[in-house]
């Protein structure tokens, strides 16, 4: 059920998708909630869950209801989200994060699919140059991207200004690939740096939400989301999953380059290996 529920994602209008995430991060409080909760939690109307349910085929929320809670006794969820309270204590706040981030890493293996991440190791196998972009949050996680590439011995590089990365964009050629990192998925600079990149050839690869304007531009989606409330607080577990999705790829690249990859690496770790203080360990 919750794998369908993700499936259908990319499917949903704007509106319906907050619903369809709204269950996916909550699942058990979703089956015991009033249509009038969902639609308050959501931010949507409460026509709007109920259409959310006929999309995936149900005729009204009870009937889905149904099916979310025998799905949950079936597949098991160790973890729900709980949102963050101003009257929270620190060990509140500690089991809170944690939490909702070991809910949100186990529930990225619904929404990442297979064919799109071995269809993005495919492109940035053959990438004669990678970029990575992303504006704020999203930003921090484009060099982390950047730092990992670039020791396979790939041209890589990492945009966090907008105007950068529309200058860039004009430069890539259909060798290139364009890794664009946003949660939101809607940066308009970002949109139209993409629009530039694929005119100019480029292949576009998007971390984002399935959906997204970004995800309707792209070449191959790679889908993250995440239950937060990111008007009160930067976001945070969005930032995680877009860092583990970042992992996946270089494993996987590193993976297929093979033996290229692994000389690289002990290259790049000779060279700093006299920058590293020796100490021993076993006393420390």
């Known amino acids: 059920m919750l794998?369908?529920?993700?499936?259908?994602?990319?499917?949903?209008?704007g509106a319906e998708r907050k619903v369809a995430e709204s269950a996916l991060a909550e699942p058990k409080w979703f089956v015991h909630a009033a249509v009038a909760e969902i639609a308050e939690r959501a931010s949507v109307s409460q026509p709007t869950v109920i259409r959310?349910?006929?999309?995936?085929?149900?005729?009204?929320?009870?009937?889905?209801?149904l099916a979310l809670s025998a799905s949950i006794g079936h597949e098991g969820l160790p973890y729900v989200h709980e949102e963050l309270n101003?009257?929270?204590?620190?060990?509140?706040?500690?089991?809170?994060?944690?939490?909702?981030?070991?809910?949100?890493?186990l529930g990225a293996r619904r929404f990442l699919k297979e064919v799109e991440l071995e269809k993005a190791i495919a492109m940035l196998t053959h990438a004669r140059r990678i970029e990575f972009y992303g504006v704020g949050n999203s930003g921090i996680v484009a060099h982390d991207?950047?730092?990992?590439?670039?020791?396979?011995?790939?041209?890589?590089?990492?945009?966090?200004?907008?105007?950068?990365?529309?200058?860039?964009?004009?430069?890539?050629?259909?060798?290139?690939?364009?890794?664009?990192?946003s949660n939101s998925g809607s940066s308009i600079e970002l949109l139209d740096a993409v629009s530039i990149a694929k005119e100019n050839g480029a292949a576009v690869i998007a971390i984002t939400r399935a959906g997204s304007p970004l995800a309707q531009l792209a070449d191959c989606v790679l889908s993250v989301a995440a239950q937060e409330n990111s008007?009160?607080?930067t976001p945070m577990i969005s930032r995680l999953l877009q860092l583990v999705?970042?992992?996946?790829?270089?494993?996987?690249?590193?993976?297929?380059?093979?033996?290229?990859?692994?000389?690289?690496?002990?290259?790049?770790?000779?060279?700093?290996?006299?920058?590293?203080?020796?100490?021993?360990?076993?006393?420390s």
């Open 3 to 13: 794998s369908k529920i993700s499936e259908s994602l990319a499917n949903l209008s």
């Open 52 to 65: 959310f349910c006929r999309s995936l085929g149900y005729k009204g929320l009870p009937e889905f209801k």
């Open 86 to 105: 101003t009257d929270d204590d620190i060990s509140k706040v500690v089991e809170k994060v944690l939490g909702n981030t070991a809910a949100s890493v």
């Open 145 to 181: 991207a950047q730092h990992k590439f670039f020791r396979f011995g790939i041209s890589t590089v990492a945009y966090v200004d907008t105007h950068i990365q529309l200058m860039a964009a004009a430069v890539l050629g259909s060798q290139d690939v364009l890794v664009v990192i």
């Open 231 to 233: 008007e009160l607080y």
């Open 245 to 283: 999705v970042v992992d996946i790829l270089a494993i996987g690249l590193a993976l297929r380059l093979g033996e290229t990859a692994s000389l690289q690496l002990q290259k790049g770790k000779r060279s700093i290996h006299s920058k590293h203080l020796e100490y021993n360990k076993e006393e």
